[in-house]
């Protein structure tokens, strides 16, 4: 899957599941032990900040409330769809240089497993979009969490059985129990 369409995807996705979030909810502890929901909200948003500041843009900062983030990931989209946007080098979380196609792809991988994360905390649909989870299991399983790890951004992994799903594959090797 191309690395806009697989962004595109998991960010749509997870705006989805941001905008299920009730006021009261906010607060709420999530899988992300350091992250209430506010707290992984605002994670989430940084994806589409990330990203356009790898392709040289200025993030709106000045957008909140309702449909800010889903505004956000579309404006994200659309330059990502720019001819020779996917071939600009930037910084990874983890410290290194990658392409802007594989920090999209990177983004997509974060944003779907916030999206279980969020799901988890305010009791939301966890099944995720299983075409995007084979995807970035195949992707990035089992090289990018334990890059992570190293850099101190991914926690430990959760050992599944041999037979687990994807999406259970995924998350235990994010340091999630599924």
């Known amino acids: 899957m191309d690395a806009v369409v697989l962004f595109e995807r998991a960010a749509t996705n997870a705006a989805s599941m941001v905008e299920q979030v009730r006021p009261e909810q906010r607060g709420a502890p999530t899988p992300c032990a350091e ?20 392709m040289g843009l200025e993030p709106d900062v000045s957008s909140e409330g309702d449909g800010a983030y889903r505004a956000a990931v579309t404006r994200c989209v659309e330059a990502l769809r720019v001819p020779g946007a996917l071939d600009g080098r930037c910084m990874s979380p983890a410290g290194f240089e990658w392409s802007v196609g594989e ?22 649909d966890r099944v995720l979009d299983p075409e995007l989870v084979e ?3 195949a992707m990035f399983i089992p090289q990018m969490p334990e890059i992570g790890r190293a850099a101190g951004i991914v ?3 959760i ?8 999406q259970d594959r995924l998350l235990g090797a994010m340091g999630r129990q599924p």
């Open 35 to 54: 992250w209430h929901v506010d707290a992984l909200v605002t994670h989430m948003t940084g994806g589409t900040t990330y990203l356009l500041t790898a």
């Open 159 to 166: 050992m599944v059985s041999g037979d687990a799903s994807a």
């Open 103 to 124: 920090a999209a792809a990177g983004t997509a991988m974060d944003q779907l497993v916030h999206t279980w994360d969020l799901a988890v905390a305010i009791g939301g």
């Open 135 to 137: 995807a970035i299991v």
């Open 155 to 157: 926690g430990p992994e």
